[in-house]
């Protein structure tokens, strides 16, 4: 009989099987009964490439006992609280859709858990793919493996490495839990080093051996039978991926198809980095947070409540607000250049030469483009800005974010700017929050402006991070709203750059209205690591969707689901 696949669609993705979901495999006992294990393995993106300045304030994680192994860095068996960590020489402060899952699971399960995890970028499967990382591959093909020894003991095996990397963790940490333990799941995303060579022909074979071999694999180390039906849980790659390979996700897709316990996540559009390779903070969550539900629908973990409040307003009063549309109002592809003044925003006065539009060229924008702002000389003053009417807003108190990039020793005098004016009383002073620190602008603030400071040095022209900046401002009936960055050539010292000092690149503008209850007004609760900043519930600063709050008032059901 033919099998019919059945969708089930998350907020984010798509949880791809040829089944309902099996009634739950493991103990529902949450809090007495084994501890739980969850296994990582894959390539980059399962280990990690999100900056870790990108990592959300909301981020609960400190009852997730890790032990990280990048197939050499052998941990025996030592587990730690997970923190945003890889082992990438000179680049480690990042993190992965696995953070997003150890801190969902810990709000369910409100208990210590296991993860332990072994992932290296750029690595196949297939021993064909003479792109694999150092020659290190994830084969499970028997006349492969038989001849091979750990990566972490200097030979080729990935597979191997995590055998040893969970026989040191079951041994010195694991088989001494006074509870017991009990292993879980399997999380994996990887495929996109099996695009070339015999990769994607050998992909299906390849991937159905792995499986196999990790459960039996887990079977006897734990001596827990359910490890021969353990879930497995993956990501499919992004389309948008340089390395997308649809014979690749073509396998992923029959694999769960035909195995009942095997769970595919549709990331197929999902947004990357700067890079084209990688998940960004988005898409990240939209991975742990679909890992998270199928977890939830397998009895794993109980359902979570999140804390929200109503406030996003961002797509009802901002026109291209995360400058996805090019100069003719139509959504630009990621990779063309737009130049001109954005979509729906006014850029006055016009910077000399054409350095000025939408295109991808930063780090960590939001969707598909990121906006910028160049020229040599900047003017004096120049204003990238848009104007929200009275009536699209109404009195109340306002928080107005963004993401901006500024070259360090080229601050000048680049902010985030909110103003009120009214027909009656005309503009009230602004509020601004500057990119750099307070001793940056000693010479240049404005008394019709009231300025707060981001605190961020700048960053180099080769490595367009994009940082949080916020301000906070209280309208009153019949008042317009208008927002946006100033900039110029100003310098601090007194005198005008001739260079182009005070370009910016800016991105993922938000506004959020505080909810009022009776005659109490919740302001949004905003925090970071090194500013204000605000997440909402799919994990990104500024996002669409509804606010995060730590410590809100109203309480309702997860509503990730559609």
Known sequence: MKRIISLVLTAFGLVFSAHSAPAPLLSENHGDGPIPVIVVCGQSNSDGRVPRFDYPAFMQTDLCMYSYDDGAHFQEGLFKPYTPY????????????????????????????????????????????????????????????????????????????????????????????????????????????????????????????LIAHMRLFLTNQTGQEACLTLPFILGTVSHLSLQYNSDVELAQLRIAGEDPYVFAIDMSKAPLLGDDLHFNVESAHQLGRSVFEQLVALGICPETEEEIAEGDITEDVLVNADFELATDGLPNPRGNVSRGAPYGWTLTPLPTGNSFGINKDAVNFSGNNVCWVNATPLPDDIELSQTIPAEKLGAGHYVITCKLWVEVNKKDNCRLFAQTSSTQGGERKAVVQYYGYESDYTKLLSPEEEASYAGFAGGSSGNFILHPLQVEIDLADGEDLRLGIRSGNRRNNGTHSTDNSGWFKVDNFRIYKAKTTGLVSEKIQVKSEKNSTVYDLQGRGYAQGKVYIRNGKKFIKDNHRL
């Not at 020489?89 to 409100?110: I, N, P, T």
């Open 86 to 209: 890889t082992w990438v020489s000179g680049d480690s402060e990042r993190f992965g859709y696995d953070a997003f899952v150890y801190h969902y699971m810990q709000k369910a399960l409100q208990q210590p858990f296991y993860v332990v995890k072994l992932t290296l970028g750029g690595t196949a499967i297939d021993p064909s793919c003479t792109n694999s990382n150092g020659g290190k591959f994830w084969s499970c093909n028997p006349d492969w493996y038989e001849q091979q020894t750990a990566t972490s003991l200097g030979g080729k095996s990935l597979m191997k490495a995590f055998e040893r990397a969970f026989e040191a963790c079951r041994t010195e940490t694991l088989d001494k839990l006074e509870q017991g333990y009990e292993v879980k799941a399997i999380l994996w995303h990887q495929g996109e080093s099996d695009h070339s060579a015999q990769g994607p022909a050998n992909y299906y074979q390849n991937l159905t051996t």
